[in-house]
């Protein structure tokens, strides 16, 4: 008699993946805020005075139609989103105090504490509704990219609870939506290029473009240090493209790219008249800026930067044989959209955001020299030997924390996803499997870029929000091309249990936080500087 085959019993991990996925996203998101909540939601106002109170103050100042005071970042589109979301609360009796006028007078010690304490706490209740909605975008746009509902899972589980979203969603900070755009605009262009097998790329991949195009417009200006992300799309655009269908006639093709140009055309012309703007009032920055050098500052650094996008653009076309008609359209796609993007500077213009997102360079180097001035400020130019031994010193620090014996201070949590990344990059080369290899690498190498450049600020632990995702994207891609790992079930175990083990570690530092509250004091020297409209604070007196 023939033994009836048998069927082997799903995993837990096939089971819960299998779950509908809205379930899913909804568990992920209930997940998050239930952690922020239970640690780190109610700590006094003061704790994250940088930049809790700073941000807090500029949704006030916009509540009463003043202009913005801050530009460090420059922060606009932060400001532009507590604003709309403290006149919400506001309007439904959850949040007493929107607007600065309304404060309590500072000789009402109680009052204040709890006017500012209320608006602290609705200001995380958006990073926990930020974080959540960055969590699960990035989640469902990698189960397409991947097309593994398990992996994709699994990544976005490290995400929510990896180092970057843990710190972010416990205090209000404009690198979040940053971050956030930045990475989900990737994520856009990533799906874009890499059409479904014998799916024609089409108006979906166009609307991809753009919408990739319109968040990295928003993340610069937000934070301008988007822009080292969104510098390595194009390489992304070429090394992760596949080539497509044929999506219909010719003249259908180039009608769909006239018109997504002549829409281009319309959003670029004002798009580059801010940015001109920007340009022209070079002097005029708020912080006196240092010269690029080599005469690279007024327009020839800007203009390199838009030739790299064009030639990643024609390039990823020629290698992967990209008619004509599609890569015109694509490449008017992405102009549309980021020119939107930067058209958000002209909801509440202010001529100091439009110079820091045009000089973004002369910009990010300000707050450089003010942590390495006696290494920066004497060199004259952005582009000296100060600047490049802090590069390489950077760089050094970034590889040797990935070793922990070498560099055992500030290990990420990530550190063991990265390791699985290299190693399953290991055996997918050795397997010949050579592009997938390549590909995770490049992830890898971009996160380990984006981490020694913002050691010249101090990388902190909230600046991983642009990091891990790479770092995560990088492992999912290894795993997603060696399903086996996750069929057998010890190394699903050993998986399993690495994932595990990011999500306690994310709980640990928070924990450690509220043990041990700062002293408020510390503040007193910057908060009149940076908040001159608000009476001093109880701590300050």
């Not at 404009?174 to 874009?192: C, Q």
Request: hydrophobic content about 55%; charged content about 10%; aromatic content about 10%.
């Amino acid at each position: 008699m023939t033994p009836v085959p048998t069927t082997a019993r799903p995993s837990l991990l096939d089971r819960v993946a299998a779950a509908p996925w809205w379930l899913l996203c909804a568990g992920l998101a209930a997940a998050m805020a239930l952690s922020i909540l239970l640690v780190g939601f109610r700590l006094p106002y003061w704790v994250h005075s940088d930049q809790d109170l700073v941000l807090a103050y500029h949704g006030l100042l916009f509540g009463d139609g003043l202009p913005q005071e801050y530009f460090d970042h420059p922060g606009y589109g932060y400001f532009l989103v507590i604003d709309v979301w403290y006149r919400l609360l506001h309007a439904l009796g959850f949040l007493p105090v929107a607007t600065l006028s309304a404060l309590p007078p500072g000789s009402d010690v109680a009052a204040t504490q709890a006017a500012w304490q209320s608006l602290v706490q609705a200001g995380r209740a958006l990073s926990i509704l930020l974080t959540a909605a960055f969590a699960v975008s990035y989640t469902t746009l990698l189960r397409g990219l991947v097309g593994d509902r398990r992996v994709a899972l699994l990544a976005g589980i490290l995400l929510a609870f990896g180092v970057g979203l843990t710190a972010q969603g416990r205090q209000m900070r404009t690198d979040l939506l940053s971050a956030g755009f930045v990475v989900l605009g990737l994520l856009l262009v990533l799906r874009a290029v890499r059409p479904a097998e014998g799916r024609a790329c089409g108006g979906a991949s166009l609307l991809q473009l753009a919408l990739g195009g319109l968040l990295v417009g928003l993340a610069m200006v937000t934070k301008v240090q988007a822009v080292f992300l969104a510098m390595g799309l194009p390489v992304a655009a070429i090394l992760f493209g596949r080539r497509a269908e044929p999506d219909g006639t010719v003249g259908k093709a180039w009608g769909l790219a006239a018109l997504v140009g002549l829409l281009a055309a319309a959003a670029a012309v004002p798009a580059f008249g801010l940015i001109q703007a920007g340009l022209g009032g070079w002097g005029r920055a708020v912080y006196p800026y240092t010269p690029v050098g080599g005469g690279l500052s007024g327009g020839g650094y800007q203009s390199i930067v838009a030739g790299w996008v064009l030639v990643g653009i024609l390039v990823h076309a020629v290698v992967h044989r990209v008619p004509v008609a599609r890569a015109v359209a694509g490449a008017a796609a992405v102009l549309l959209g980021l020119s939107v993007g930067l058209l958000a500077l002209d909801i509440r213009w202010n001529e100091q955001n439009a110079i820091a997102v045009a000089n973004f360079v002369e910009h990010m180097f300000v707050f450089s020299s003010w942590r390495h001035g006696a290494t920066l400020n004497g060199q004259g130019s952005v582009v000296g030997e100060g600047t490049l031994a802090l590069l390489l010193a950077g760089i050094g620090r970034t590889l040797a924390i990935r070793t922990i014996v070498l560099h055992p201070d500030n290990i990420p949590q990530t550190i063991i996803v990265e390791w699985f990344a290299i190693a399953g990059a290991v055996v997918l080369w050795r397997r010949g499997q050579r592009l997938a290899a390549v590909q995770a690498l490049f992830l890898l190498l971009v996160a380990w870029g984006l981490e020694a450049l913002f050691s010249l600020r101090g990388f902190q632990r909230a600046y991983a929000a642009y990091t891990d995702p790479l770092a995560i994207l990088s492992a999912a891609w290894v795993l997603a091309r060696m399903p086996g790992l996750l069929e057998r079930a010890k190394s699903r175990r050993w998986i399993l249990g690495g994932v595990a083990l990011v999500v306690a570690a994310a709980h640990a530092w928070p924990i450690i936080e509220t043990r041990r509250l700062p002293n408020p004091v510390t503040h007193c020297e910057w908060i009149p500087i940076y908040m001159p409209k608000v009476a001093p604070f109880p701590f300050c007196r």
